[in-house]
């Protein structure tokens, strides 16, 4: 039963255009989202987060939503660069937890220059 | 180096035999995770180290797998009588600890049981 869920296993995006990456998620006790990138070979990388008591979280080019009554979160990501090619991976923590992260599948970025 | 640095970072061995995995967290960092993605699979909880509490090691898919945290820093996990299905990628993470801290990622160890 996956609980993370990215629907979406890759995307292209114009370089210079804005790179949507979406997640759901269906346990309501998570209470803090990740995002983070991947390159081959190595580790995740962490990008950006989100507490659950809001919605909007920005840092630089990247902006995560999350909607909590959807059950939903996206990673905006602008203007999308070539180095930004990437798998995506959606993560998700539970309320009183270990607090070990719950990753979805990832979505494979690619931005053409 | 500032990162998690996890050593060694590709392994072949041969089935039946025991092999050692080891993880240098943040310095400061007081929580250590131990994931794994298998091959065409999601990134799975393996173990979870905080300070000096037992560790949470509901993740272990059996008990081959044991890991240890000396002195809060350092983390080995062993794998036992390796078996072809724990062929994956062993990755380790650590964070500040809290309820709103992100877990940084080494690079992972690639074992490969033959």
């Known amino acids: 039963d996956q609980q993370v869920k990215q629907n979406s296993p890759s995307l292209s995006v114009q370089e210079g255009r804005i790179s949507i990456l979406n997640c759901d998620y269906t346990?309501?006790?998570?209470?803090?989202f990740l995002w983070y990138k991947k390159y081959p070979a190595e580790g995740p990388t962490f990008l950006i987060s989100?507490?659950?008591?809001?919605d909007k979280n920005e840092d630089g080019r990247f902006t995560v939503f999350l909607n909590k009554s959807a059950k939903h979160l996206s990673l905006h990501i602008v203007p999308s660069q070539p180095g930004d090619s990437a798998v995506y991976f959606c993560?998700?923590?539970?309320?009183?937890?270990?607090?070990?992260?719950?990753f979805g599948s990832g979505t494979q970025l690619t931005v053409l220059p | 180096g500032a990162g998690v640095s996890q050593s060694p970072s590709n392994k072949v061995t041969e089935k039946g035999k025991d092999v050692e995995l080891r993880c240098d967290p943040i310095?400061?960092?007081?929580?250590l995770y131990w994931y794994r993605q298998s091959l065409g699979q999601g990134l799975e909880f393996l173990i979870y180290?905080?300070?000096?509490?037992?560790?949470?090691k509901s993740g272990l898919p059996s008990d081959r797998f044991s890991a240890e945290r000396t002195g809060g820093s350092v983390s080995t996990l062993t794998i036992q009588r390796t078996q072809q299905e724990d062929s994956a990628v062993y990755l380790c993470?650590?964070?500040?600890?809290?309820?709103?801290?992100?877990?940084?990622f080494g690079d992972g160890t690639r074992l490969s049981i033959l």
């Open positions: 346990n309501s006790m998570f209470d803090y």
């Open positions: 180290f905080q300070g000096n509490s037992a560790p949470d």
């Open positions: 989100i507490s659950s008591i809001k």
């Open positions: 310095s400061g960092h007081t929580a």
């Open positions: 993560a998700a923590i539970r309320s009183g937890s270990a607090r070990q992260l719950t």
């Open positions: 993470a650590s964070s500040r600890g809290g309820e709103y801290q992100p877990q940084h």
